[in-house]
C-alpha cells in the first residue's frame, strides 16, 4: 500500500497507525461497530477497497478479527446495496464473513439513483438517500455493513426501510467514521444531545 518493500499488503508502519476498533451507541441502530477512523494510511486502505480486491481482504481480515469474540445469535449479516438487484461493492466482504461466523445474508435493493453523498452539503443528504431502498420481509435482526459513515444518512435511510419491511433490531458495522462524524458524535454524546432524525 505504501513505498515500504515488506511482503505484506499493509506493512506494519502503516498498520501501527491504525486505530483500535470500538462498538459505540449511535441511534436508531441498537449497536454500531466502526474498524477504525477515515483518516491518514487507514483511510487509504478504505479508498483502495472499493476497486481493489487485495485491499477489501486486507479490510475483511481487520472486521473478522474483531468480531471474533462477538456474536450475532440469530441476525442475518446485510450491507448498504448498490442497485436494484440488491448487488454491491461490499458483497465479497459480506460473503467472507457469512462464511466466518455462519451468520445467513440478506439483500435488499436500492430502487433508485441517488447523486455521490460526498458532494452534497449534510442538510442535502437526508434528502437525497430518503427512500431510495426497498426491502421485502427483512429478517427481525440484522447486522448492516457499510464502508464510511459521513453524515450517516445512507445508513439512516436503510434503517428506516429494514425496520419498516420487519426488521426489529438492527446493529451497524462500518469500515471508518470519518473525523467531521466522530467529532460531532462526542460532542452529542457530552451534551447527551444526538442529532434528531
Ligand atoms: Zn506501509
Redesign the pocket.
Known sequence: ????L?LKY??????STFEKAFEFFYPPFKKSFSIGIYKD?FKDLVIKAKSDSIAMEEISKLVLRFLKDKKFDGFYLSCIPDDKFGRSHLDRIVSNISKEKRLPIYKFQKIRETKKQHLLYFRERSLNVEDCFKAELSPERVLLIDDVITSGATLRSAYKELTRSGSKIVYSLVFAVSPLFWENYKKSQRTNNFPVW
Not at 500500500?1 to 515500504?4: G, L, S, T, W, Y
Not at 499493509?10 to 498498520?15: L, Q, T
Open positions: 500500500m505504501c513505498d515500504d515488506s499493509v506493512c506494519s508502519n502503516c498498520s494510511k
